[in-house]
């Protein structure tokens, strides 16, 4: 590779490929200032060729053929922003084989493939960057991989979903429904081509695949993550969460307990005097706990063109001063993972927020209360609201901590009583 100058593909011309594209045609004065090379934009891949007229790429860069930029010999570095995994993987394996360098924003495929795909890069003695995977904008990768390499790291917590994130503060803060919120986070170009992965929780959980690797230096296969979106979450309980003091966000949970690792995405509940509970719309924020740093934390937007351009375009100019080569090829926590246990799901353990639905008729409230003892559930607070006898209605419960076994047991026993008159609700409260 030349030093000071380097020909840049990108691939697939969506909202982050058209962000790219436009910044290495316009800001290239920029780069040259901040980081002292040259980046050249050599072609844009895109299998729709109108897509990519229409971002305003010059007809010249177009192609629909892959193989020109693994054929160019001025092109060193391959962005890979199709997303999804095949073509994607097959195109990242044959950048990686021809020496060229790759940079990507795919979780998905780093999560399930991430292993082949880093194999394969030190294998050709090429790298592989990905800042910008998680968390759009924000310097996540570089803070596990660079700035806190002096930490062994306990406890990694964030928002890592924009889409997600943007949804539950419309429908908390400006009382949207869920539909028109997830249009408006689609609108803005937050959300991925299918959402549905945004919203069930599968896109946090890819991300917090690649976080928990890097900071636990673990191998983290994706079915070890616990998984629930926001997608069959209800009004009702955003409101509840306001009565009660917190503000309900969807969090990626990584975690070292005494029984193993604990990785998990879940609704959460969480008081609104913590940091994670002022994030709000398409920001996202992660917490990393370090022995020596303490908890330190980062925020900035997670999703859409530009910001995660910022990402992207980083990750080049480090592919062109050499540094990520050289920590690719170093840093053991990039591809030489343990083989950690993983804490069952049973034995994890959480404060809950409960929504019993029950007739009001005598002895209900104690038979619950019983079947939570029982099972030693201690509660830290429980409320009903005055109705109207034989009625159903909702007991609001939280807990003190309680092993996620113990708590799944109980709402079972619980939801066979004949009083009850719907499935009990369980959110899980952020300590
Ligand atoms: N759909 C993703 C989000 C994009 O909403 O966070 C950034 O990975």
């Known amino acids: 590779m030349p030093k000071g100058s380097i020909g840049v593909a990108v691939v697939g011309c969506g909202i982050i490929g058209s962000a790219v594209s436009e910044a290495l045609r316009n800001e290239t004065a920029l780069f040259k200032q901040r980081a002292g090379v040259t980046l050249q934009l ?78 394969a890069a030190k294998k050709a003695g090429t790298c592989v960057q990905f800042e910008a995977s998680c968390g759009g904008a924000i310097p996540i990768i570089a803070a596990l991989t660079e700035s806190l390499l002096a930490n062994d790291i306990s406890r990694v917590v964030g928002i890592v979903n924009g ?109 609104v005097d913590q940091m994670l509970a002022n994030v709000h719309g398409s920001f996202n924020a992660i917490s990393v706990y370090g022995h020596a740093a303490g908890q330190t ?15 992207v375009i980083s990750d080049i100019l480090e592919i062109a001063l050499g540094t990520a080569q050289l920590l690719f090829a170093n840093l053991p926590i990039l591809t030489d993972k343990k083989k950690l246990n ?27 209360t019983n079947i939570l003892s029982k099972h030693g559930i201690s509660l830290a607070a429980i409320n009903q609201p005055e109705s109207k006898v034989g009625h159903s209605v909702p007991i609001v419960i939280t807990t003190h901590e309680a092993k996620d076994g113990a708590v799944l047991k109980a709402i079972k026993e619980i939801d066979q009583l004949k009083t009850i008159t719907a499935p009990t609700v369980r959110i899980r409260v952020l300590q």
């Not at 629909?64 to 993987?89: N, W």
């Not at 934390?297 to 990402?311: E, F, H, I, M, N």
């Not at 409960?354 to 209900?364: F, H, I, K, W």
């Open 42 to 119: 050599r072609h844009v891949i895109e299998r729709d060729k109108d897509r990519a007229r229409q971002a305003a790429i010059p007809e010249k860069l177009i192609s629909d053929d892959f193989s020109i930029a693994l054929k160019d010999p001025q092109t060193h570095v391959i962005v890979e922003l199709i997303g999804g995994l095949e073509p994607a993987r097959t195109f990242v394996l044959q950048a990686l084989k021809a020496g060229k360098h790759v940079v990507t924003a795919n979780k998905y495929l780093l999560a399930t493939h991430g292993k082949e795909i880093l194999a």
């Open 163 to 271: 889409t997600c994130n943007y949804i539950l503060t419309q429908m908390t803060q400006n009382g949207q429904s869920y539909e028109a919120a997830l249009k408006g986070a689609q609108d803005a170009g937050y959300a991925e081509r299918d959402p549905t992965f945004d919203v069930n929780g599968t896109d946090s959980a890819h991300k917090l695949a690649i976080l928990s690797s890097l900071a636990f230096g673990a191998e983290v296969p994706f079915d070890k993550i616990e998984v629930s979106g926001i997608d069959k979450l209800s009004d009702v309980d955003l409101k509840y969460a306001r009565d009660l003091g917190y503000v309900c966000k969807l969090l990626a949970i990584g975690e070292k307990t005494e029984g193993g690792l604990s990785l998990r995405v879940h609704p959460t509940f969480v008081s």
């Open 297 to 311: 934390l980062y925020y900035g937007r997670g999703a859409g063109g530009k910001p995660t351009s910022s990402a």
């Open 342 to 368: 993983f804490l069952p799901s049973s034995q994890i353990i959480s404060r809950n927020y409960l929504r019993v639905t029950a007739l009001d008729v005598p002895g209900v409230l104690a038979h619950i």
